[in-house]
């Protein structure tokens, strides 16, 4: 076994063994969802073995290792940062999912209606009722308004019963 | 803060999504609906200090960007013309009629085989079997594109096809149209008149010049430029005996920009112009098919082919000024977009994309594919985008199957980490077949992908020039975003 650290990443979370080809990232519970640890995993699954493991309360770990055994340093720290995107973004797609339901829904439902020849439940008319502009309380960009605005846009109960976990990115304005 | 705002407005803008363009502020809503705005503009729209009764507050109302004027109504009806497209089920059916090729293409993305492999021609059965799935789509109009490998090498079971296409589309009371993409190589006079006594519309490939397209694709003994420009001539000679409008009838060819095409957009334009095609769509290498296998000769970094297509799109532009009549497709369909208000339905920059919900590929094993970049996946040994077999499969099953599901809801921009904050986010698309293929997912991570790098840059230029405001540009632009319809390849019943 040689251990192997990465630059660029936290060498208590990634960690590499060259004679096994594998890389391990320990990954945050309360950052990631687990639904987004195993979307990231699969899509590893044509070039690694993949192995989910549960080190600790509160976390889970992903070794990736190359199928072929063959991986280099180049190659390992590769993987484990395409791993580490791909879980970013895994996670973040599955909050604008939620977010944007309606109106992938109702796009999703036309083109399978307009597929089919039934009519959409929902349809695109339905959008009538959609607020356009509500969704600008949402801000991705942080340009319309500032985190102090947003805040105080809410009652306190929203406040409270919102308040993100610690940690959590949103969690230190 | 963007263009130094100090204290943003909740109040004032309406949603919207910002992108900075060499200085200036492309502001786009849900619906795209845009404005291009300069720092001080932007400044004042970010902080909700722009005068009612101003210049700058018209454009920002006739944007629908004013949260206290916005109108739903005219919202919704822009964000229904612009998905028009979802309408109607898949109208473009590729039939893989063989996978012979009598040429030899360094990039080939079809995945070739020698002319020897019969094996690899469709049969007149499952020909039939997959006109009669194309039939059962409720689209009014169906296209079938004979593809390959190379179509001629199987002439004789396209001519089936077409023949029993017509009856079929005829008796369902549909109208159809009939596409062949073909390197022209094995045409003659007999087959020729045969596709133009029906009506089939011709495609083929030119690489550029001599020179480079002979060197990208090769054929035994001869020059493929020269057999390709040989059947241009004579199918555009044809149109005119025939009595159509050579402006609008004629042969269009496809381009593949491989790294050596990057230094030589003019010439390629010229060759282009010479042929007397309309239409060059600069598009980029993709990674189905076999140019894997040769990426190190062919493939480049995407600012190079960036700056490619500035300086190339530049110069068709100038050309048009001078009165030439040639559009670049990338731009067209964008600017139809963003200008018109309208999609011009290209499969791949939709959102969602057009993978089996617009486009389904037949093999010529009757195999049925969503799009034919999934067909090519089966061909390099993926099999994620596999539907079911002609003969098996019902329209409606293929219609449903979870697979076309996931890719709509994959595909669609407001579902995609980056796209959901673009700007250009009403304007593009990104296939999820695609990103499967370079990032092994179907939703794909945007800020890695080529093909978003591609999307933004070309959009950057297109805002660029919309800024800048040319009356000529914008004359060229305008006329750019006009579809002619090619009525007479369509053949209605009745
Ligand atoms: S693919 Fe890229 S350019 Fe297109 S909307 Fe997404 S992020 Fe923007």
């Known amino acids: 076994m040689s251990t192997l650290m990465f630059e660029g990443f936290p060498k208590d979370l990634v960690v590499g063994d060259l004679a096994d080809g594998s890389v391990t990232l ?19 699954i044509d070039r690694c073995f993949v192995l989910l493991d549960r080190p600790k309360a509160g976390s889970v770990s992903v070794t990736l290792t190359d199928k072929k055994g063959a991986a280099d340093a180049g190659a390992l720290r590769q993987m484990a940062g395409e791993f580490a995107n791909e879980l970013l973004t895994q996670a973040w797609r599955q909050k604008i999912v939620e977010e944007n339901r309606v109106l992938l829904e109702t796009v999703t439902m036309q083109a399978l209606a307009g597929a089919t020849a039934t009519p959409a439940e929902p349809s695109l008319d339905d959008l009538a009722n959609f607020d356009f502009t509500e969704e600008a309380f949402d801000d991705p960009l942080g340009i319309a308004m500032s985190w102090e605005e947003k805040y105080k846009k809410k009652t306190p109960a929203e406040v409270a019963g919102e308040a993100p976990a610690e940690g959590a990115p949103e969690g230190k304005p | 803060m963007l263009a130094g705002i100090e204290k943003p407005s909740v ?44 210049d700058l507050w018209d454009r920002l109302k006739v944007a629908n960007l004013i949260r206290s004027e916005f109108d739903v109504p005219a919202a919704v009806a822009r964000l229904k013309k612009r998905m028009k497209f979802l309408e109607n089920g898949p ?49 009014p109009f169906i296209t079938i594109e004979f593809q390959g490998g190379e179509p001629l090498v199987n002439f004789k079971v396209v001519k089936h096809a077409i023949e029993y296409g017509q009856r079929r589309a005829l008796e369902v009371g549909k109208s159809i149209e009939f596409t062949m993409v073909s390197n022209l190589a094995l045409m003659d006079e007999e087959k020729l008149s045969f596709l133009l006594d029906h009506k089939v519309q011709i495609c083929t490939s030119i690489d550029g010049p001599e020179h480079l397209h002979d060197k990208q694709r090769k054929l035994i003994a001869s020059s493929a430029f020269k057999a390709a420009v040989h059947w241009i001539n004579r199918i555009n000679q044809a149109y005119i005996e025939r009595g159509l409008d050579p402006s609008l009838y004629h042969v269009e060819a496809l381009l593949t920009t491989t790294r050596e095409a990057l230094s030589r957009g003019r010439e390629i334009v010229d060759t282009y112009k010479s042929l007397g095609c309309r239409a060059l769509h600069l598009r980029p290498i993709d990674p189905f098919g076999f140019v894997e296998k040769t990426a190190s000769r062919v493939e480049y ?142 939703s794909g991570r945007m800020r890695e992908s080529t093909v978003s790098a591609v999307h933004k840059g070309i959009m950057d230029y297109l805002f660029e020039k919309i800024r800048e405001n040319d009356p000529g540009t914008m004359e060229v632009f305008r006329r750019w975003t006009i579809n002619r319809a090619r009525d007479h390849f369509v053949q209605v019943p009745g």
């Open chain 1, 26 to 44: 320990t990954v945050d519970a309360a950052v990631y969802p687990l639904e987004a640890v195993y979307g990231a995993a699969y899509i590893f």
């Open chain 2, 11 to 54: 109040t004032f803008p309406a949603f919207f999504r910002v992108r900075e363009v060499s200085g200036s502020f492309v502001v786009t809503n849900a619906q795209g609906d845009w404005v291009v705005l300069t720092a001080p503009e932007f400044k004042a729209f970010g902080e909700g200090t722009v005068e009612r009764g101003t």
């Open chain 2, 91 to 139: 109208n473009l059916h590729m039939l893989i009629v063989t996978l012979r090729c009598n040429e030899t293409c360094v990039y080939c993305h079809a995945s070739r085989a020698d002319m020897e492999a019969v094996q690899t021609d469709m049969s007149a059965e499952v020909a039939e079997k997959s006109i009669e799935l194309a039939l059962g789509s409720p689209s």
């Open chain 2, 301 to 442: 970094p995407r600012e190079e082919y960036l700056k490619f297509y500035r300086d190339t799109t530049d110069y068709i532009i100038e050309l048009n000024k001078k009165g030439e009549q040639i559009l670049e497709r990338y731009a067209a369909i964008f600017l139809t977009k963003i200008l018109n208000g309208e999609d011009p339905n290209f499969l791949d920059i939709r959102s969602p994309s057009g993978a089996g919900i617009s486009a389904i590929a037949y093999n010529y094993d009757g195999l049925v594919f969503a799009g034919d970049e999934a067909r090519m996946m089966h061909e390099t040994g993926d099999d994620t985008f596999l539907l079911g077999r002609v003969g098996e499969l019902t329209y409606d099953a293929m219609m449903k199957h979870p697979t076309i599901r996931s890719l709509v809801l994959a595909s669609n921009v407001n579902g995609r980490p980056d796209c959901v904050n673009c700007a250009y986010n009403p304007y593009c698309g990104v296939d999820g077949v695609h990103t499967y293929k370079t990032q092994g997912s179907i």
